[in-house]
């Protein structure tokens, strides 16, 4: 999906959240597990201000799974609850409502208190794009209704999608726009493709990608790359080019078809599961 995010879509996009907020009892917060924190919009928390929040780390699958573990007891505490889910495979989504409902209960005792019949739970999602929230939202409800009305802008009366006897999910998410604050984020989310190719030079995301890997994963790299040792940057390039046929007429090395090379190996896991905010 390719949103550009102009100051008039962000004021849009945080326009049409604010108005969901309103509707719901609880905002499930979609985050990558790869990138808890990089693929964090920075304006939610001021938007959602005191409603309870349950953060949900997906694409548990793709991520380094003690880094997940790690997280998960790091981000929860006080008001925050977290889960680590597979939207893909529907990993982990039973939690979400019991969860739900964990957290609402006091409310519910009130209102039942009051003599008020407990009505169902009414919840959103949010994120960024790509995420996983329309995988989200089909697998919840169980056929394949949240494939339209998915970009800022496009405006539909609001429908909700029964999620068990408890809850009731608003049939759109609400899409809140990526991190821009500095050039590390920004090569995060493109590895993980959370921001579309032609927004970053390629290179200079492989370039990242190769740095991070050799710091923090090197002998998944060397496996990947059949490497004795890691070299610098440049015969790392060529040697991977060689390696997978990235090749110019004449024998140079293709530096551009490298970087894509080795930015869809990371994408398509072919390094393995992979977290890069540790
Ligand atoms: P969005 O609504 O937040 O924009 O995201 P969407 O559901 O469209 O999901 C984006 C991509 O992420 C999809 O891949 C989807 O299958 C994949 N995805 C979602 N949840 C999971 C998960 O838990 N595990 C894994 N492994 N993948 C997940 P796609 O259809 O191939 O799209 P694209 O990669 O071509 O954009």
Redesign the pocket.
């Known amino acids: 999906?390719a949103i550009q995010w102009f100051p008039g879509h962000m004021a849009k996009a945080r326009r049409e959240v604010t108005e969901k907020l309103k509707l719901v009892d609880i905002v499930f917060e979609?985050l990558d597990a790869r990138i808890p924190v990089s693929s964090a919009n920075p304006m939610l928390d001021e938007l959602i201000q005191q409603k309870p929040r349950i953060k949900l780390l997906?694409?548990?699958?793709?991520a380094d799974p003690a880094a997940t573990a790690r997280w998960l007891e790091k981000l929860s505490g006080g008001n925050t609850h977290v889960l680590a889910?597979?939207?893909?495979?529907g990993k982990g989504l039973d939690k979400m409502v019991k969860l739900a409902e964990q957290i609402l209960e006091p409310k519910w005792e009130r209102m039942r208190a009051k003599g008020i019949r407990p009505r169902a739970i009414r919840a959103m999602i949010v994120?960024?794009?790509?995420?996983?929230?329309?995988?989200?939202i089909?697998r919840l409800a169980g056929k394949n209704i949240?494939k339209t009305g998915?970009t800022p802008g496009v405006t539909k009366a609001q429908a909700w999608i029964k999620v068990g006897k408890t809850m009731e999910l608003l049939d759109t998410?609400g899409?809140l726009w990526p991190k821009f604050e500095d050039k590390e984020t920004g090569y995060k989310l493109a590895l993980t493709?959370a921001i579309k190719d032609t927004i970053l030079n390629l290179q200079d995301v492989s370039v990242f990608g190769l740095r991070f890997l050799e710091k923090h994963y090197p002998g998944t790299l060397k496996a990947r790359y059949k490497l004795e040792d890691i070299p610098d940057i440049v015969p790392l390039f060529d040697h991977i080019g060689r390696l997978r046929g990235c090749l110019r007429a004449g024998g140079e090395i293709d530096y551009d078809k490298t970087a894509e090379v080795i930015i869809r190996d990371i994408r398509g896991m072919k390094l393995g599961p992979l977290t890069f905010d540790l």
């Open positions: 999906m979609l997906n694409k548990a699958d793709m889910i597979d939207a893909q495979s994120g960024i794009p790509n995420v996983g929230k329309s995988t989200l089909n949240a998915n998410p899409i493709g």
